[in-house]
């Protein structure tokens, strides 16, 4: 592996965020979902404006991960949406957190997730939450290896089909 790190993105990088964001969710989740809800979630949720506004808005923070020169995957933190159960609390959200499948194994989500909470620490956050497929087992694993522990469910809408999502948590302080 060649040096790995970690950059904020910018505005300037809505395209590369986009293509990235588009591909990386294809890959995890077009083998379990028809194409119809596959196209309409990333017309209505991964378009190049969409990624822009996303990056214009305060309450985000886009991170880039690299291994050397190789874009290899992206996390988005949010500060706007607060599950009920957490609405008393200084709580932040990995809302998105994807790498390139075939970083996915060596070591690239544990950087990255790093830097989610070190980010979250510095801004002085108690806890720092996600929501990931019920379906998704590599990545509940991974996320439990991490410290994130199951604090509810979530219903996620793919297009057009309801699915069922955990909420997951880590404390922070």
């Not at 379990?32 to 923070?61: C, G, H, R, V, Y």
């Amino acid at each position: 592996m060649q040096q790995v790190y970690c950059r904020i993105a910018t505005v300037n990088d809505a395209t590369l965020l986009t293509e990235i964001s588009r591909k990386t969710f294809y890959d995890t989740y077009h083998l379990q979902n028809t194409k119809a809800n596959m196209d309409l979630f990333l017309e209505q949720n991964l378009q190049l404006s969409t990624i822009q506004n996303e990056l214009t808005d305060p309450n985000n923070t886009f991170m880039l991960i690299y291994d050397g020169n190789e874009l290899s995957g992206y996390a988005k933190l949010s500060e706007k949406n607060i599950p009920a159960l957490l609405k008393d609390l200084s709580v932040i959200e990995i809302s998105r957190f994807y790498i390139v499948k075939e970083k996915i194994g060596k070591g690239i989500g544990k950087i990255l997730m790093k830097e989610c909470i070190d980010i979250a620490k510095e801004k002085c956050r108690q806890i720092i939450w996600l929501c990931v497929w019920q379906q998704n087992k590599r990545a509940i694993a991974f996320y439990k290896k991490n410290g994130f522990e199951i604090f509810a469910g979530h219903c996620f809408v793919l297009g057009n089909d309801k699915q069922d999502d955990w909420l997951m948590k880590k404390v922070l302080y």
